[in-house]
């Protein structure tokens, strides 16, 4: 079963969960803001996904850090940071087994959750 990570209102993941019933595919939705993260899964997001591929540069919570936050290279405090503001990481994060995706690509998906 997949695991989705995301948040409810967010248009993206919307249209990814849209997909994944039209898809008949079986899924858990995990809404970040309803069940906070916890730095520990973070951190085994980013031990399969590089920071560079996870934070979401466009949103506004990332124009919203200060210049030391956006230059933090230590997983640690990468981790932390997302942690505490869950809206910074690509939407959605999926979790399939030990694999971890971020953001929807009806294609992609296509080749791997069908």
């Known amino acids: 079963m997949l695991r989705v ?8 993941i919307k249209k990814s969960l849209k997909w994944l019933d ?4 079986d899924y858990e939705f995990i809404d970040v803001r309803q069940q906070p993260l916890q730095k520990e899964t973070v951190n085994v997001w980013l031990q399969q996904v590089p920071a560079e591929s ?3 540069k466009r949103s506004t919570s990332w124009r919203n ?4 936050q956006k230059a933090l290279e230590d997983t640690t405090k990468i981790a932390e940071l997302i942690a505490e503001q869950p809206t910074l990481f690509k939407r959605p994060l999926v979790q399939s ?3 971890i995706h971020c953001g929807f690509n009806e294609k992609l998906w296509s080749e791997r959750y069908l």
């Open 97 to 99: 087994g030990q694999a």
């Open 5 to 12: 990570y995301g948040i409810k209102n967010c248009d993206t």
């Open 22 to 25: 039209k898809n008949e595919v």
């Open 65 to 68: 850090l200060s210049d030391e």
């Open 54 to 56: 996870l934070l979401n």
